[in-house]
């Protein structure tokens, strides 16, 4: 069971960084294209941000619920798994404070779609920008750390 979490962990930290990387890639590439007026950019934000937050939920809450598998087995690391859930859980509280406070505001900023943004928008724009980064980081960090190799005393000392 615990090598199931194990695998369960480092699939969804991989999957969530490779997704948050690509939608992020993409979407600047939508937002930013000079064809596209404002009432297309903000409809392409409402409907791609709730699809986002929903993969990170989905893939963070995987994460967690492996690290609770691993943490309980000792698979690896007391310390090591430790730190992963604690990454895992400050990612995932950081993604739901970012999109209760700050993508919540800014969706209704530029509800209806094309209508002028109050001076506010850029304060919480670079919030979730920043934001987003430091929850990428973070579960970048927490991947690394699980998919690290099970070293040979650390599965010694499982088995002991």
């Not at 937002?31 to 409809?43: A, C, E, K, M, Y």
């Not at 304060?123 to 070293?151: E, F, G, M, R």
């Amino acid at each position: 069971m615990s090598s199931t979490c194990l695998v369960l962990i480092r699939f969804c930290l991989s999957a969530w960084v490779g997704a948050a990387v690509i939608f992020v890639i993409t979407g600047v590439q939508d937002v930013t294209f000079q064809p596209f007026d404002s009432l297309v950019r903000d409809q392409l934000i409402t409907l791609h941000f709730p699809v986002y937050y929903t993969i990170a939920w989905i893939l963070l809450v995987g994460a967690f619920l492996g690290s609770l598998g691993i943490r309980a087995k000792e698979l690896i690391s007391r310390r090591r798994a430790n730190l992963i859930l604690g990454l895992v859980v400050l990612a995932l509280t950081i993604s739901l404070i970012d999109y209760f406070w700050i993508y919540t505001p800014l969706e209704a900023m530029i509800t209806p779609p094309g209508s002028p943004r109050p001076a506010e928008f850029r304060t919480y724009h670079q919030a979730s920008k920043y934001i987003n980064s430091v929850n990428i980081l973070l579960s970048l960090t927490a991947a690394i750390l699980a998919n690290l190799p099970v070293l040979s005393h650390e599965k010694n000392k499982a088995e002991a």
